[in-house]
């Protein structure tokens, strides 16, 4: 069996009067992120991890900021898209281990409905999916809550056939 392993990264402002949608929920706060799509950080960085794993490019060149049909978009959308393109070149998902930075809101009460979405989204495990969540304790762009970044690392599994 082939593994390969992918690291994503993903940076949005953050904008009074607008949705905080991480990990696939929408989390209350009088901020959100500003993004092309509904500007969930989490699932960028998790489409840029499994599109690197797979030598694939990257989320902007499967989804670009200039395509008016992705404006808006549910980015759950764009995670099955980039499952789909990854399955096509023979992968399947063996794990995904993620990081939220952000100075508030606080979203650990939140963590168990993202990886409850995320992995029906995946059509993985629960236990094969993890979400961290860190301030930077008030230092950099997270610090001042003028943004929000999420890294991933995930492991694919090339299949039989």
Known sequence: ??????????????????????????????????????????????????????NMRDIGFHFPDTDPTLK??????????????????GFAIGNIDSTICLQKPKIKDYIPEMQKVLAKTCNIAIEDLSIKATTTEKLGFEGREEGISAYATVLIEKQNG
């Open 72 to 89: 808006g978009i549910d980015s759950k959308k764009i995670l099955k898209q980039t499952i789909e393109l990854i399955t096509e070149k």
């Open 1 to 54: 069996m082939k593994i390969k392993v992918g690291f994503g990264f993903d940076v949005h402002q953050l904008k009074e009067n607008l949705p905080l949608t991480i990990g696939g929920i929408e989390i209350p706060h009088s901020k959100g992120s500003l993004g092309h799509s509904d500007g969930d950080t989490l699932i960028h960085a998790i489409c840029d991890a499994l599109l690197g794993a797979a």
